[in-house]
């Protein structure tokens, strides 16, 4: 289904016929259907939104780049437009960031009932001294290859150059979206986690790169109310322990 806020088309999908709901905010760059194993498990006793963020799927684009605090305010639109009062959120990645912001909003127009943190972002690590001497060597190398003149005397080697750098994410993204990431990954929310009044289950899986396990700990740590469960597997816990993941989630639910 499509709904329209500000302008803005929004893909997004609703299971189940429960009256309580549960809505899942997604990791960076993925679709709303890589969640249907959790909206499926919840399915028999809530109502379970599932949706794209702008630039997210079959979303439209943001027409300028966005921080997490403007996903934040969309967000809130996007529920309002729903009608939804009251819900439990579960965020997986970059979902779990704009949760952080939500929690720490002062008058939303919905309760937050629980909160689920999939593999969660929100935590700046501190760069080891092999890493910033490696962004110190991209830095240098960013000034040399976008000179003109080196560039016109080499530029098949400065397109194989830029093609490289960054993440997979950041690669694969628009210019705006882009602009969109170095905004997230660079923001730190760990001094936010203690105001998360909210029952909170974190789940983890224990080879995850992309926000490794000691984020998940930290997490823990600092969030009042939370529990963390570790799965074996990478980023994408929930996929690659399904059955286990089905299970704690249906027993953190009541399903």
């Known amino acids: 289904m499509i709904l329209s806020i500000d302008g803005y088309d929004i893909n997004y999908k609703i299971t189940g016929e429960g009256e309580a709901y549960v809505v899942i905010l997604q990791g960076w760059g993925t679709t ?26 079959e979303s439209t684009e943001p027409r300028e780049p966005w921080n997490v605090d403007a996903y934040t305010d969309f967000f809130i639109k996007f529920m309002e437009a729903l009608k939804v009062e009251s819900a439990t959120l579960i965020g997986h990645s970059y979902g779990g960031r704009v949760i952080i912001k939500l929690a720490n909003r002062k008058a939303l127009p919905f309760e937050i009932e629980r909160i689920v943190f999939v593999d969660a972002a929100g935590i700046v690590p501190e760069k080891s001294f092999s890493q910033k001497m490696k962004i110190r060597r991209y830095k240098l190398l960013k000034k040399l290859y976008f000179n003109k003149i080196f560039y016109a005397l080499f530029p098949e080697l400065v397109d194989d150059w830029k093609s490289r750098q960054g993440s997979a994410d950041y690669r694969n993204a628009t210019p705006i979206m882009r602009q969109c990431l170095v905004m997230a990954v660079n923001e730190d929310l760990r001094h936010l986690m ?46 690659d322990q399904p059955v286990k993941f089905k299970s704690i989630l249906q027993s953190y639910f009541g399903v």
Do not use: M, R
């Open 32 to 57: 709303c259907g890589i969640y249907d194993s959790i909206a499926t498990a919840l399915a028999s006793k809530y109502k379970v939104v599932q949706f794209d963020f702008p630039g997210f799927g």
């Open 194 to 239: 203690p105001n998360i009044k909210q029952d909170t289950l974190l789940v983890w899986g224990d080879k995850d790169t992309a926000t490794p396990l000691s984020d998940g700990k930290l997490f823990e740590q600092l969030i009042p109310s939370a529990g963390l469960v570790v799965l074996e597997g990478g980023h994408y816990s929930f996929l």
